[in-house]
Structure formats: C-alpha cells, structure tokens
C-alpha cells in the first residue's frame, strides 16, 4: 500500500521504516539474539574492536564470539530452542531431509578426513550458521513487521557508519600529506574484497529502504540515496566486476519475476549507478594517478580463478563420494595451492563435500529459492511493500551470484550477512500445507534431544577454534608465500597442516 506522497506503508497503514525499540515486556531471549547477531553485522564493518589481530582474524573471532552466544542461547532457553524447531519443522519434509543428508555427509567426510578436527570445526561452523538463520526466520515469523524495521536498521545503520568512515579518510586524505587515498588507504579490511562482498548483499537493501521513506521526509530519502550511490562509487573505485555482475542478476531477477512492480525498483537503482558514477569522478579522478594499484585489478586473477576451479575437480574426481574433506582445500600436505579457497561456493562443495552433498545442496537452494521468490512476487505474498520483497530477492540473488566466483562463504562477514538475508527469506516463506506440524511427545523430546546434541558438539569445536590464534604468527613464517599475498580460509593465513610440509 502507499500513501498519496508515495510512501509504502503495512496493511495496518504503520510506516514501513522508523525503528522501534524492542519492547521489554515484549522481549525474551530469541530477541536479544537477534539484537546480538544484528550488532554485529551493523558494527563490525567499521569499527575495530581488538586491532591487534588484524582486521580478518578480528572479523573471524568476534563472529565465533556471537555464533557461540547464539548457540548457547538456543541449548539453554526452552522457548528459543521450540520455535526454532517449529521454524524448522514447517520446512517441507524432502527439504528437513536434505538439509540432514548434507549435513550427514559433511560429518562422514569429516571422519575420513586427514585433519579431522579441521573438517569438523567447518561442518560445525557452517551448523552454527544455519542456526543463526533459524533465530532470525523465527523472530521473523513471530513479529514481521517489527523485525524487518530492526533488519532494514541494521543495514543502513553500517552502510551510514561506514559513510562516516569513509568520509573521515578521504578528509584525511586532503588533508594530510602522505595519507593514502582509499582503496589504497585504510578501508578496515585486510582485502577490499571482502569489503565488495558486504556491498553484494546490502547495496539491493539500500534501495528498498529509499523506496519505503516518505516523500515528506526528504532529508532521509536524499541521505538514503546518497547511501547508495556513494556504495556505487566505492564499487568503481576498487574495480571490482563480481559484485556489479552480482547486482546486476539480482535486478534482473527482480524485472523477471515482479515484472511492473520492479519499474520503480530498477529505476531508483540505475539512478543511483549513474550518481555513484559521477561521483567516483568526483573523488577519485581529481590526481592524474589511478585510484587502485595492480593488486586489485590484476589481470591474471581470473585465469586463476580458472586453475584453482580445475584443482578441485581434480580433488573431487580422487574421492567423488564424501570429497577431500571440509577445509581441506587448504590442507598444505595435499599439490599445494598458493589460495586456500577456491573462491567458489559450487566448486568448494564439489572438491571437499563431495558429489552427492554437492547436489543435495544445489537442489535444495534452486528448488528453495524458486518456491520462495514465486511467492514473494505473487499478489498472496505475505504482507510487506513491493520494495522490501523486490529488495530482498534482489539480495539474496546478488549474494548466491557473487559466491559462485568469489569466497562469500569463506569470509566472516558476507557468512554473518548470508545468514541474515537467508533467515530473512526462510522467516517470510510459508509453506505451512507442507510443514510437519506433529505435537507428540515423543517427537518433540528426539527432536530437542538432537538439536542440543548438535549444538553442544558445534560448540566444543568451534569454541577450540581459538587456540590457532596463539599460532598465527608461526604459521604465517612457516611459508614465505604468506609474506607476500593475502590468503585466508578459517583464519589469515588459512592453510592448515603446514607442520606436515618439508619446507
């Protein structure tokens, strides 16, 4: 519904934007954990909290610091842990059993797996995750509207923080001589990769909250809009093609399925392209001098990007069943590659989990992504605007498209902001004809069991994942290559079993 000026409203005709505070009496501990992951993911982008460990490990260990916290809150409140089952239980049946077959397979391959615990520390990284998706697609489904403003927040609010980040260095930059101009300069990310990641994901978010700010309320709408041309400006400026590829997938999903509702969509996000286009001259073409180095716009990277692809098919082609194992396309001891990620969600599942997890998880996120988007884009979808629905598809298609061709579901960040537009879209889905809704006793109890159990294990082992911090520094040193080039997996630098190496 909109308003004569234009704004989107709710049915109930309550403005879409305009974050309202968590209500005490409302509140229990699945809201505080969502306030947990959200501050994490509006924050952490900008500020650094523990500088000496550089801005990945940093990344790395406040990310295990909440997913340990969410985890815990699940095993220990009753009331969280039930509706994330029932969250979980209103799945489809073949979707609850192919998520259990992946996740299955993941801990088998890890038991074959030459470091083990590597192998087990992803599968239950990757668990932890999934259940930081279910925390939020449960609040989701509790309280819609009230949850998305604190989402819609949540984005803009580390969108704004980084502005101010940003906009403090590039005065500095003016200001003082010798201060480097950003991408060069400080951008609080060990590789500016990893900041075109964060902007894959909430640069489609930006414009649905443009969309839903009233006419009247010029200010916010301008300041909104500045918000995403300026994202586009710094998508030029680090010349990077992923994500402008990824955007660009993301608003043709958005013209396929939602057809004339995306007009408006589209337009806004062309006009902030053709800002951030101008003022990327603005900033960064004043000097005569390029505003990236050769390190980021490298011209061989993507013949690379090709080798390492046919590295793990070869991986896969040694073990096609279970793959080499979780992690282990980092595992030194194996042809070592200079990389410790291949820098593809597809084929890091092909080389490490093997052949059927690979297409279990490939069925499960075309089939899930299918179902969901019709429904979002049908004249039934649940309650909200035209602009969140279209904003959220867009996201979602632009964040799955990017980790095709770069390490979206390796790095912190983009894992945390990943999970958060998933759960956002699990949260919104409805497939409640196919959900299984069983009350027994008995299967309630197993069900509760199980979930602990994988929770307290997921817990051991991520929570031990701590101890390569006191090791980094030697590891870094055990190969000279590390002196020369960013490679993360878990951590920076990520290949493991260099004990294993004759160097």
């Known amino acids: 519904m909109s308003d004569p000026d234009g704004a989107i409203k709710n049915p109930d005709g309550a403005p879409e934007i305009g974050f309202k505070w968590l209500s005490r009496e409302n509140a229990d501990g699945g809201e505080f954990l969502l306030v947990l992951i959200c501050a994490y993911i509006a924050l952490v982008p900008t500020l650094s909290f523990v500088p000496s460990l550089e801005p990945y490990n940093e990344k790395r260990a406040l990310q295990i610091g909440v997913l340990l916290a969410a985890a815990a809150g699940v095993l220990g409140v009753g009331s969280v842990r039930g509706r994330w089952l029932e969250t979980f239980k209103s799945l489809p049946l073949t979707a609850r059993w192919g998520l259990g077959g992946v996740l299955g397979l993941g801990i ?10 590597y192998a087990f520390l992803e599968v239950g990284h990757f668990f932890l995750l999934f259940v930081v998706a279910g925390i939020v697609a449960s609040e989701v489904r509790r309280a819609p ?50 900041f075109n990641h964060y902007q894959t994901v909430t640069l489609p978010l930006f414009t649905g909250v443009f969309l839903l700010i009233s006419k009247r309320r010029w200010i916010g709408k301008g300041l909104a809009f500045m918000l995403i041309a ?22 043709a999903g958005v013209g396929l399925f939602f057809r004339r509702q995306a007009k408006t969509w589209i337009v806004v996000e062309s006009a902030g392209l053709l800002t951030g286009l101008g003022l990327y001259y603005l900033l960064f073409t004043a000097d005569a001098a390029p505003p990236v180095t050769g390190r980021l716009a490298d011209p061989d990277q993507y013949s690379g990007r090709l080798q390492l692809w046919r590295v793990c ?12 194992g979780p992690m282990h396309f980092a595992w030194a001891p194996y042809p070592y590659v200079e990389l410790a990620s291949p820098h593809s969600a597809l084929m890091q599942w092909l080389a490490e989990w093997g052949l059927p997890s690979t297409l279990a998880t490939v069925w499960l996120a075309v089939w899930g992504l299918w179902r969901w988007i019709r429904q979002e884009a049908s004249q039934s979808a649940v309650e909200t605007s035209e602009a969140v629905r279209a904003s959220l598809v867009a996201s979602v298609l632009a964040g799955a498209a990017h980790s095709m061709v770069s390490g979206l579901i390796v790095a912190p960040l983009s894992q945390m902001l990943l999970a958060l537009v998933g759960g956002w879209a699990w949260g919104r889905y409805r497939p409640a004809e196919h959900g299984d809704q069983r009350t027994g006793k008995g299967s309630a109890i197993k069900s509760h069991f199980l979930l602990s159990a994988l929770l307290v294990g997921s817990i051991v082992v991520v929570g031990s994942s701590f101890k390569d911090l006191a090791t980094i520094e030697e590891r870094r040193s055990a190969y000279p290559a590390y002196q020369e ?15 294993e190496l004759d160097v």
């Open 485 to 499: 080039r960013f490679s993360p997996r878990y951590w920076n630098p990520g290949h493991i079993g260099l004990q």
């Open 108 to 117: 088998l391959s890890s038991v074959l797996a030459p470091a083990s615990f």
């Open 145 to 194: 509207g009230r949850v998305q403003q604190i989402l819609l927040g949540t984005v803009v609010s580390g969108g704004a923080l980084y502005t101010v980040y940003f906009g403090t260095g590039y005065l500095s930059h003016l200001a003082v001589s010798g201060v480097k101009l950003w991408p060069n300069g400080g951008t609080n990310y060990v590789n500016i990769r990893i």
């Open 313 to 324: 098919l070869e991986m896969a082609w040694i073990n096609p069943v279970f793959g080499i």
């Open 230 to 251: 300026l994202w586009w400006a710094l998508i030029l400026a680090s010349e990077v093609r992923g994500t402008v590829i990824a955007v660009g997938i993301g608003a």
